[in-house]
Antibody, heavy 122, light 110 residues
Framework: QLQLQESGPGLVKPSETLSLTCTVS??????????WGWIRQPPGKGLEWIGS???????YYNPPLKSRVTISVDTSKNQFSLKVSSVTAADTAVYYC??????????????WGQGTLVTVSS | QSALTQPASVSGSPGQSITISCTGT?????????VSWFQQHPGKAPKLMIY???NRPSGVSDRFSGSKSVNTASLTISGLQAEDEAVYYC??????????FGGGTKLTVL
């Protein structure tokens, strides 16, 4: 059974860089059938797609966040990572990693991590 | 890209059916069949309920069904049960190779 687990600091200071890692177990991150994505959810609010990465390193980002976001993949560790620079309180959210199908007609997020709360505060 | 439009809340009594709409544009919902629906209970990760407009993942009850007409996708839950009370989100692939979510709909089972 595929499992995804987010890890990283739960508290980040304003203007600093938020860094999270998603470890994939029970399946290979190098599969050509999937992207690997990050989604976030501010407290009490809705879901926001941050971006996705293919095992080859091709990335796709949400335009409003693109200038501050970097997603990378480490196939040797079966992990992918998220960095958000110059964070503010508006970046406080539960951050989820998820597997995304790469079919031309089907881009569903079918497996999700449990999520990790990141708070931006001094 | 703008979020897909969902009603903030819907409600129904046990046994009844409800439908949640998700309105986008020709560059997302209307242009692709990659529309998904997620169920989220408080404090939990979203759970995939419908993908590719009308397909159910293994293990999801057949009380859940999806459809699409032009730029609006819909999720119908029949035979409402107390456990269906949750927030439901739609999502769609877009012409910019991005993903957009709806704002979420809180379902209350009366």
């Amino acid at each position: 059974q595929l499992q995804l687990q987010e890890s990283g600091p739960g508290l980040v200071k304003p203007s600093e860089t938020l860094s999270l890692t998603c470890t994939v177990s029970g399946g290979s991150i190098s599969s050509s059938s999937y992207y690997w994505g990050w989604i976030r959810q501010p407290p009490g609010k809705g879901l926001e797609w941050i971006g996705s990465i293919y095992y080859s390193g091709n990335t796709y980002y949400n335009p409003p966040l693109k200038s501050r976001v970097t997603i990378s993949v480490d196939t040797s560790k079966n992990q992918f990572s998220l960095k958000v620079s110059s964070v503010t309180a508006a970046d406080t959210a539960v951050y989820y990693c998820a597997r995304q199908r790469a079919d031309s007609y089907d881009k569903r997020f079918d497996y999700w991590g449990q999520g990790t709360l990141v708070t931006v505060s001094s | 890209q703008s979020a897909l439009t969902q009603p903030a809340s819907v409600s129904g009594s046990p046994g009844q059916s409800i439908t949640i709409s998700c309105t986008g544009t020709s560059t997302d919902v209307g242009g692709y069949n990659s529309v998904s629906w997620f169920q989220q209970h408080p404090g939990k990760a979203p759970k995939l309920m419908i993908y590719a407009v009308s397909n159910r993942p293994s293990g999801v009850s057949d009380r859940f069904s999806g459809s699409k007409s032009v730029n609006t996708a819909s999720l119908t839950i029949s035979g409402l049960q107390a456990e269906d009370e949750a927030v439901y989100y739609c999502s769609s692939y877009t012409s910019s190779s991005t993903v957009v979510f709806g704002g979420g709909t809180k379902l209350t089972v009366l």
